[in-house]
């Protein structure tokens, strides 16, 4: 990837933070890798990933990044005052340990970081934390990161929900339809460390129900991981059959803890939770995701601040 040539006096900038995705089906393995802190990925857990991959027809994340990342130059630029984005990603290429050592090479000295996910969770946002001080401490001269990663009430990203989720209930035309509000759940073990996500996602879900005024709705945990221990719920299965229960069979999914589509939404939602809802007698539909639409670079922009500057 080519990153914008930034002038000589040009020393702040702005990286833009993805979680990352496979280089394809040849770079699975490596990429499982890294997701497991190192841990080698089992054969069989490999090739689950690939049929996953190969479902869905591969990820469009590094596309959508790539879109982003270019909008939000233009975006901040748009003063007159050239403004540098950098892309680095937390899983994969271009890695935060590169590109931050990249951005300190061609004369920036501040970075102001906001990553794709609008909810600082521990979780989350540990491991981007380890990426930019990974890159930091490989960067060749000092360059300061500013992390900013709250923008989970952000005017023009509730403001979206609001007006995709109307649009899809406009074409449904049924006033019985339930609106399921889904985030990626989280091991229990993480509100012992007093992660905040779980207030943050209510947060969030109560105003874009009250913005787009949704009379029938829930909110749900999707995505739990396969292991013993217990994740976070009510899980979105259970939720949709107990609005079937009251009449609700016609069910409208608002995958709002993401920004964008990849395997969670285009796998878990669309074909593992579509396939229980099929054999369930449950009609499932799924709200677009914001992908690189224009309220999100607005909410990008708006939490980096003008040009990047300090706020």
Known sequence: ???????????????????????????????????????????????????????????????????????????????????????????????????????????????????????????????????VAEGRRAAASPIEVDLRFDWHLDPEWVGYWKSAIGRELARLADPSAAVLLSAHSLPRRMLDRGDPYPTLLAETSNAIAAAAALPRWSFTYQSAGNTTEPWLGPDITEVMQQWKGRGAARQLIASFGFVFDHLEVLYDLDVIVREFADANGIEYHRVPMPNDDEAIVGALARTVGAAGAPR
């Open 1 to 131: 990837m080519t990153h914008p040539v930034v002038p000589v006096d040009a020393t702040r900038g702005v990286l833009l933070m993805g979680y990352g995705s496979p280089a394809g089906a040849d770079g699975l393995e490596e990429y499982l890798g890294e997701v497991l802190h190192g841990q080698a990925p089992s054969p069989s857990m490999v090739a689950e990933y690939r049929r996953r991959y190969e479902r869905i027809g591969g990820t469009p994340q590094p596309r959508i990044l790539a879109s982003l990342r270019e909008k939000l130059e233009r975006r901040l630029s748009a003063g007159g005052t050239p403004v540098p984005v950098f892309l680095g990603v937390k899983h994969g290429r271009p890695a935060l340990r590169d590109v931050i050592p990249e951005a300190a090479r061609r004369g920036v000295r501040h970075l102001t970081a906001v990553a794709t996910t609008p909810y600082p969770s521990l979780w989350i946002g540990d491991p981007y934390r380890e990426g």
